[in-house]
């Protein structure tokens, strides 16, 4: 149970669910893209997005996962308009068919949420050749939004209404490699740590968002860009790390947020 429930200015806590943030918006007509939507946050962005009548594309590594994801959503929401299309951030050219292919459906485009991760992997080339955690955290999502971006300025003209980018980033932007973003060294393997790696990437994530906006503010485009920190979550995302791991499922229970409290965040 997360123990830190005093309410805000907004009415809402800590503890506050996306379901409670959300409730009474209607999202019909809007169309969200949500990466890493196969498991944990991006799992609940998607149930909770559908519940609000947004039509959610699932961007999944795991066809047969998100298969299954859309299917025990409809089950529970049957008017959900849910669909999964194939997404591998470590892969340039996964990004450029899924980016391709969504702009062929001719959809509309109001909701970007940058959220799949992976997080303290042991040292791993991505399938451009780039550190493994730089390369899905940060390239991928820079790629995918740079690709989308021209769909999404003109949704927001033609329905007038903001668009919304979202990169889920993490506290763990503070903690780098001392230099910061090594960017002439990511593919250093004997100065690799899995923690300053992890952080460098989402460092990334936030200076992305900041550019993105000023960049956005400055030709006057409707659409928003924001990084967020989700707060100590129990998810999968701590899977490389056995002991962190078996730490975050016996005592986290105690301390941490669960994905549903999670989401208040992208509402707030």
Same mark, same amino acid.
């Given at each position: 149970?997360?123990?830190?429930?005093?309410?805000?200015?907004?009415?809402?806590?800590?503890?506050?669910?996306?379901?409670?943030?959300?409730?009474?918006?209607?999202? #019909?007509?809007? #169309?969200?893209?949500?990466?890493?939507?196969?498991?944990?946050?991006?799992?609940?962005?998607?149930?909770?997005?559908?519940?609000?009548?947004?039509?959610?594309?699932?961007?999944?590594?795991?066809?047969?996962? @998100?298969?299954?994801?859309?299917?025990?959503?409809?089950?529970?929401?049957?008017?959900? =308009?849910?669909?999964?299309?194939?997404?591998?951030?470590? &892969?340039?050219?996964?990004?450029?068919?899924?980016?391709?292919?969504?702009?062929?459906?001719?959809?509309?485009?109001?909701?970007?949420?940058?959220?799949?991760?992976?997080?303290?992997?042991?040292?791993?080339?991505? =399938?451009?050749?780039?550190?493994?955690?730089?390369?899905?955290?940060?390239?991928?999502?820079?790629?995918?939004?740079?690709?989308?971006?021209?769909?999404? =300025?003109?949704?927001?003209?033609?329905?007038?209404?903001?668009?919304?980018?979202?990169?889920? &980033?993490?506290?763990?932007?503070?903690?780098?490699?001392?230099?910061?973003?090594?960017?002439?060294?990511?593919?250093?393997?004997?100065?690799?740590?899995?923690?300053?790696?992890?952080?460098?990437?989402?460092?990334?994530?936030?200076?992305?968002?900041?550019?993105?906006?000023?960049?956005?503010?400055?030709?006057?485009?409707?659409? #928003?860009?924001?990084?967020?920190?989700?707060?100590?979550?129990?998810?999968?995302?701590?899977?490389?790390? @056995?002991?962190?791991?078996?730490?975050?499922?016996?005592?986290?229970?105690?301390?941490?947020?669960?994905?549903?409290?999670?989401?208040?965040?992208?509402?707030?």
């Amino acid at each position: 149970m997360w123990p830190f429930c005093r309410k805000g200015p907004s009415g809402f806590s800590s503890s506050s669910t996306a379901e409670e943030v959300t409730q009474g918006i209607d999202g #019909t007509g809007l #169309t969200a893209i949500i990466t890493g939507a196969s498991s944990g946050i991006g799992t609940e962005t998607t149930r909770v997005l559908a519940l609000r009548g947004v039509h959610v594309i699932m961007a999944v590594r795991n066809m047969a996962a @998100g298969r299954d994801v859309k299917e025990a959503i409809v089950k529970e929401i049957p008017t959900a =308009k849910v669909d999964a299309m194939e997404l591998d951030l470590s &892969s340039f050219s996964s990004i450029r068919k899924f980016a391709s292919d969504f702009k062929s459906s001719n959809l509309p485009l109001n909701i970007l949420i940058n959220n799949a991760g992976v997080m303290a992997t042991p040292f791993m080339l991505s =399938k451009d050749n780039i550190e493994l955690q730089f390369a899905t955290n940060h390239l991928g999502h820079f790629l995918l939004t740079n690709l989308l971006l021209e769909t999404m =300025k003109k949704t927001s003209k033609q329905s007038e209404k903001e668009g919304r980018i979202v990169n889920v &980033s993490s506290m763990a932007h503070r903690f780098p490699y001392s230099e910061g973003i090594r960017f002439d060294k990511i593919n250093d393997k004997l100065g690799y740590s899995s923690i300053a790696a992890y952080g460098q990437s989402k460092l990334a994530n936030v200076l992305h968002a900041n550019e993105l906006s000023r960049r956005l503010k400055e030709e006057n485009v409707n659409i #928003t860009a924001n990084s967020l920190h989700p707060g100590a979550i129990l998810t999968n995302l701590f899977r490389f790390s @056995g002991i962190i791991d078996g730490l975050a499922k016996s005592v986290g229970r105690l301390v941490l947020k669960n994905v549903q409290q999670q989401l208040r965040v992208t509402w707030h």
